[in-house]
């Protein structure tokens, strides 16, 4: 156990029982705020997933001369 977990416990033995459950109550939030955190971003990263296109070009050199075809002539 770390050293400041340590002092929380030390801490937590402390207060009286009437106030525990108050404590209780605000390490809860904060854990569920720390898991809201990275629920939003899976759920962000797998938006961008599905809008990434796949590749399909096999030959590069073509693409590109049928990219400065389209833009510049010859």
């Known amino acids: 156990m770390t050293v400041l977990r340590q002092t929380a416990m030390k801490e937590l033995e402390k207060l009286p029982e009437e106030k525990i459950g108050f404590i209780l109550q605000i390490m809860q939030g904060v854990n569920g705020l720390y898991n809201d955190t990275q629920a939003g971003k ?17 030959d590069y050199d073509a693409e590109l001369a049928s990219y400065r075809e389209e ?4």
């Open 71 to 74: 833009k510049y002539g010859k």
């Open 42 to 58: 899976k759920e962000a990263f797998m938006r961008l997933e599905q809008l990434r296109k796949k590749g399909t070009v096999t």
